[in-house]
């Protein structure tokens, strides 16, 4: 499983479709491997032979299920607290390559310990790295769904069956993103070549500094990346297909009274373009709904700022969830609605949202649950 998950972000890597490293160097076998996929995002497929080889039930006292820095730190801390744990880091889920959104950031430069910035695919590695070397037991395979009802809980992919004391939810949240020409990836699109979904991830960049830029949305965080990006941007352009903002009237306030942004209302944007030879986004064409009229508004940075989408799906309504999906946790810690059940990083955050905060939480989950599992086995003892 590990030679063939190898091989696979390697070929990734040469093809330029997912942004996962590798140290594999057997291009031309990753891409067989590859084709055999092809049928299903969610996991590696195999023959019927090879699935019946591969069914199989484990046990652990905790089951970590994402691959961004909340599971990562929380699979340290667990690891190196003895209670090997199982991480479930995904495949391809919600299209987005294990170890999350950060593989998708090309530059991260407000993490600490990396003064000169790293790529956000070089972070990720690392942190699977480190989770390893402790002792995590990594399983490369999406969560299709959870039984919370009774303790094991059990946690399923396509061909493993986890049975665990305690769980750490750390699936994060997908940012959304329109759909447009030029705001893909590859070959003429501009995403992280001037299109980003994080203002604050991104904003301070050297290509964004002086320079005109647009954000999408017409919310609270809207305005808050609008405000942000005047600190850097020469002009900040808000972008909304209506005649009036759905933020809060204070950020609506500060917004219209800062003189370094201005607001495109009625208006959509139909397509991104570059900036010459440079392979940087060079300006938007903008459709004013009302009149049909298309200009072109020349940026250098586009930001969606039009929400998350928290990944929590395969829960199946098993947690408590707040109006936006987001696993609610006990005020102060990570604590869910079931009993030795917890939720790290930007599954149960939707204010702060960065790298750094998630990996604040993972800790936390970690200690949470390893308290929680002291406890039963303290009770446990007595029962017995």
């Not at 019946?52 to 006292?61: G, M, N, S």
Request: hydrophobic residues 40%; proline residues 4%; aromatic residues 8%.
């Amino acid at each position: 499983m590990n030679r063939c998950y190898s091989k696979l972000r390697n070929f990734f890597r040469k093809v330029r479709l997912v942004h996962i490293s590798s140290s594999s160097s057997s291009v031309a076998a990753a891409a067989a491997a590859a084709a055999s996929l092809s049928s299903s995002p969610s996991s590696p497929k195999f023959s019927s032979a090879a699935m019946d080889d591969l069914q199989k039930t484990l046990t652990t006292r905790l089951c970590i299920i994402g691959s961004g820095p909340a599971a990562h730190t929380a699979a340290i801390y667990a690891a190196r607290a003895e209670l090997k744990p199982i991480l479930l880091e995904g495949w391809m889920a919600n299209g987005i390559a294990p170890g999350g959104q950060l593989t998708t950031t090309s530059e991260v430069e407000n993490f600490p310990g990396f003064p000169e910035g790293i790529g956000g695919l070089e972070l990720t590695d690392l942190f699977r790295q480190q989770s390893a070397r402790f002792g995590t037991e990594i399983i490369t395979e999406t969560v299709n769904s959870v039984d919370f009802s009774a303790n094991p809980f059990k946690v399923s992919s396509d061909t493993k069956t986890v049975l665990a004391d305690a769980v750490v939810v750390a699936t994060g949240a997908v940012a959304k993103r329109l759909d447009f020409p030029g705001a893909g990836e590859g070959n003429g699109g501009f995403w992280n070549r001037g299109i980003s979904a994080c203002a604050v991830c991104d904003g301070a960049a050297p290509i964004f500094r002086n320079k005109p830029l647009a954000v999408i949305g017409g919310g609270d965080s809207a305005m808050e990346e609008a405000t942000f990006l005047t600190k850097y941007g020469s002009k900040v352009h808000i972008i909304h297909r209506r005649d009036t903002f759905r933020a809060s009237k204070i950020m609506q306030k500060r917004v219209m009274e800062n003189p370094k942004i201005e607001v495109l209302w009625n208006s959509v944007v139909v397509e991104a373009y570059g900036d010459g030879e440079k392979g940087v986004l060079g300006g938007l064409k903008v459709k004013n709904v009302v009149t049909g009229k298309v200009t072109a508004l020349k940026v250098s940075g586009l930001f969606f700022a039009i929400g998350h989408e928290p990944a929590t799906k395969f829960l199946g309504g098993q947690l408590d969830l707040d109006s936006d999906g987001y696993v609610v946790t006990k005020p102060g810690t990570t604590q869910t609605s079931v009993r030795g059940v917890f939720a790290a990083g930007d599954v149960q955050d939707k204010k702060y949202r960065q790298a750094v905060t998630a990996a604040g939480t993972g800790c936390m989950a970690a200690l949470d649950a390893e308290h929680y599992l002291q406890e039963i086995c303290v009770q446990q003892g007595k029962s017995d």
